[in-house]
T-cell receptor, first 114, second 113 residues
Framework: NAGVTQTPKFRILKIGQSMTLQCAQD?????MYWYRQDPGMGLKLIYY???????DKGEVPNGYNVSRSTTEDFPLRLELAAPSQTSVYFC?????????????FGDGTRLSIL | EDQVTQSPEALRLQEGESSSLNCSYT??????LFWYRQDPGKGPEFLFT???AGEEKEKERLKATLTKKESFLHITAPKPEDSATYLC??????????????FGQGTTLQVKP
């Protein structure tokens, strides 16, 4: 079982470039999440989805977009990269949003904007 | 405002030296308190979920406890392989259907042989 797979693992972008961070899960989970992790700041929720076709903003959505066309995939789009978006990005999934269902995380994408 | 705060930020222990990590929370109607372990270059790995004050859960050298204001992760006789960052996260009442977690900043534990 692969769990949650994120690609790429590392990426360097120039200011103003665009890119898509990929996330796929093979556990048939309905709920998926995107977080960013900055040093000393913990994980902050960017966007989440409760099922295919349904997405909503988290705590820090500005500068990002998402889509959820299938249960398995939840890509995160950066349209105009800015230095403030340098971070480690984690995708997670869970069967439901209930507190009895822990989120399973991928190993992250480390993104630098120069 | 819902908030989760962890202390200390970093902790160095000698192998075998027991200690505790703290997670204080101010959350409206706690629905669950999670502990995760994160190794360098990896994503968080689930350890425990606690639901109500007085609850305890154990796994090998780790024991998590919960009160109405904080949670502790007790590490008994740690080994170097316990070195990692430990994260706690809470689900408040308002997020009980979405699973939106509020994370603390984490405690980075280093256990020296």
């Amino acid at each position: 079982n692969a769990g949650v797979t994120q690609t790429p693992k590392f990426r360097i972008l120039k200011i103003g470039q665009s890119m898509t961070l990929q996330c796929a899960q093979d556990m048939n989970h309905n709920y998926m999440y995107w977080y960013r992790q900055d040093p000393g700041m913990g994980l902050k929720l960017i966007y989440y989805s409760v099922g295919a076709g349904i997405t909503d903003k988290g705590e820090v959505p500005n500068g990002y977009n998402v889509s959820r066309s299938t249960t398995e995939d939840f890509p995160l789009r950066l349209e105009l990269a800015a230095p403030s978006q340098t971070s480690v990005y984690f995708c997670a999934s869970s069967l439901t949003g209930g507190s009895n269902q822990p989120q399973h995380f991928g190993d992250g994408t480390r993104l630098s904007i120069l | 405002e819902d908030q989760v705060t962890q202390s200390p930020e970093a902790l160095r222990l000698q192998e075998g030296e027991s200690s505790s990590l703290n997670c204080s929370y101010t959350v409206s109607g706690l629905r669950g308190l999670f502990w995760y372990r994160q190794d360098p270059g990896k994503g968080p790995e689930f350890l425990f979920t606690l639901y109500s004050a007085g609850e305890e859960k154990e796994k090998e050298r780790l024991k998590a406890t919960l009160t109405k204001k904080e949670s502790f992760l007790h590490i008994t006789a740690p080994k170097p392989e316990d070195s990692a960052t430990y994260l706690c996260a809470a689900i408040p009442r308002g997020s009980s259907n979405t699973g939106k977690l509020i994370f603390g900043q984490g405690t980075t534990l280093q256990v020296k042989p």
